[in-house]
């Protein structure tokens, strides 16, 4: 190096590329939430059947959710679907049996958008139910079952702003993690099938536009 040079300085590696991707994975969520709220802007046009939670209510990461078997739940299993998600107390009799089989059943009937579209039990007091929940795992194929510590199904009831009136409940988490929108515990099946083919219809149209802006 000759006198008088200084050494050049590294590069810093700019957060545009980060924030692409951000932005790939959000985008079609956000779009969602949008005609949603907006249903006016859609072919089809109509306000949702379900109760929107607002503010959203995030699964905090404090909440300790474990497995059947013990093991720690893996949350990224939840990432980037649209989750039907059932809220259980400390049992499940005939009304959380019929929900299950509800949700499982609204999946199916979403047909190809049944590929975005993920089902968990959430028990919030694991201490009667933990026996069954594996048989009900393995009786509902595909369905994830989390568990949490009662400190933190406390806390999520709390969040929820119901307490233990929020049991019992349909809910629709969000790919970001978010429980976005519930249903009452009587509510019929085909409102949530509804509402799930609206955002999943929003997220399409989204994605093509997308595509056709690229062209």
């Avoid at 050049?8 to 959000?26: H, S, Y």
């Avoid at 093991?71 to 400390?90: H, I, P, Q, V, Y």
């Avoid at 509800?102 to 009667?128: C, F, H, K, N, Y």
């Avoid at 929940?133 to 510590?149: P, S």
């Amino acid at each position: 190096m000759s006198d008088g040079q200084t050494p050049a300085q590294p590069r810093k590696r700019g957060i545009t590329p980060l924030l692409i991707m951000v932005g790939i994975f959000a985008a079609p969520i956000i779009a969602a939430w949008f005609f949603f709220l907006n249903p006016q802007y859609l072919p089809t046009g109509r306000t949702n059947l379900g109760e929107l939670i607002s503010p959203v209510v995030t699964l905090p990461a404090e909440i300790g959710l474990t497995t059947t078997a013990g093991d720690n739940f893996d949350r990224s299993l939840l990432e980037g679907k649209w989750t039907l998600t059932f809220l259980a107390g400390s049992d499940c009799g005939d009304d959380c049996m019929k929900h299950l089989i509800d949700i499982r059943q609204i999946r199916l009937a979403l047909g190809e958008g049944s590929l975005s579209v993920g089902r968990l039990m959430l028990v919030t007091d694991p201490g009667a139910v933990v026996g069954m929940a594996a048989d009900l795992e393995q009786k509902f194929e595909g369905m994830q079952v989390a568990l949490a510590d009662a400190a933190g199904g406390v806390r999520l009831l709390d969040l929820l702003g119901e307490g233990t009136a929020g049991l019992g409940r349909i809910y629709i988490l969000d790919p970001m993690g978010n429980l976005m929108m519930r249903y009452a515990p009587d509510a019929p099946a085909k409102d949530t099938l509804k509402d799930m083919e609206r955002l999943l219809k929003a997220s399409k149209n989204w994605l093509k536009g997308a595509q056709y802006g690229h062209k």
